[in-house]
């Protein structure tokens, strides 16, 4: 299972380090990816990073803001936002991605509160 | 990169079968074969259907099947049963390093 943590009420230009867990299987073999939703709209993809730790990818709208880093001695994933917006309002998932930009495990998602 | 086009509602009765579309362009849908599936249940996480386009993850029941032709994809749910009421959203790589999903649809179950 994966569990995310670290969700938040947050000011616009403030930052959060969002932190998923995982267990029960081999983390370094995974890539891990987050997606989120924001109140009322559909999925959105975040960010990838492979099992080592590289590649990481960002959606346009993270870029240059969000950094995803993964230490698979802790099997956790870290999601550092900064320069936070109220349009990153939402709830962050932590998925497991066994290949092919699927997801096969969520966790139950943190919320990330921005206001202005 | 836009989002992927799915239908706000489909609707059927139980024991009949319901086509969800999900439509893209020829530089995602029609070009890779990371399609995917999901389920969502109001306050839940959701749930991988199908993958690789057609492909069922074990568990998931045989009513569940998924296909492309073109830039359109489709999630067939045959069978219908109470339970399979819920959001379902479809997602695709596009290159470019990027996932795109679809709106989301909300299915109904008469």
């Known amino acids: 299972q994966v569990v995310e943590s670290g969700g938040g009420l947050v000011q616009s230009g403030g930052s959060l380090r969002l932190s998923c867990a995982a267990s029960g299987f081999n983390f370094r073999s995974y890539s891990m990816q987050w997606v989120r939703q924001s109140p009322g709209k559909g999925l959105e993809w975040v960010s990838f990073i492979s099992g080592s730790g590289s590649p990481v990818l960002y959606a346009d709208s993270v870029r240059g803001r969000f950094s995803l880093s993964r230490d698979n001695a802790k099997k956790s994933l870290y999601l550092q936002m900064n320069n936070l917006r109220v349009d990153d309002t939402a709830v962050y998932y932590c998925a497991r991605d066994p290949g092919g930009w699927a997801f096969d495990y969520w966790g139950q998602g943190t919320l990330v509160t921005v206001s202005s | 990169q836009s989002a992927l086009t799915q239908p706000p509602s489909a609707s059927g009765s139980p024991g009949q079968s319901v086509t969800i579309s999900c439509t893209g362009t020829?530089?995602?849908?029609?070009?890779?074969?990371?399609v995917s599936w999901y389920q969502r249940h109001p306050g839940k996480a959701p749930k991988l259907m199908i993958y690789?386009?057609?492909k069922r993850p074990s568990g998931v029941p045989d009513r569940f099947s998924g296909s492309r032709s073109g830039n359109t994809a489709s999630l067939t749910v045959s069978g219908l049963q109470a339970e399979d009421e819920a959001d379902y959203y479809c997602?695709?790589?596009?290159?470019?390093?990027?996932?795109?999903f679809g709106g989301g649809t909300k299915l109904t179950v008469l």
């Open positions: 690789e386009v057609n």
């Open positions: 020829s530089s995602d849908l029609n070009h890779y074969n990371y």
């Open positions: 997602s695709s790589y596009t290159g470019n390093n990027i996932l795109i």
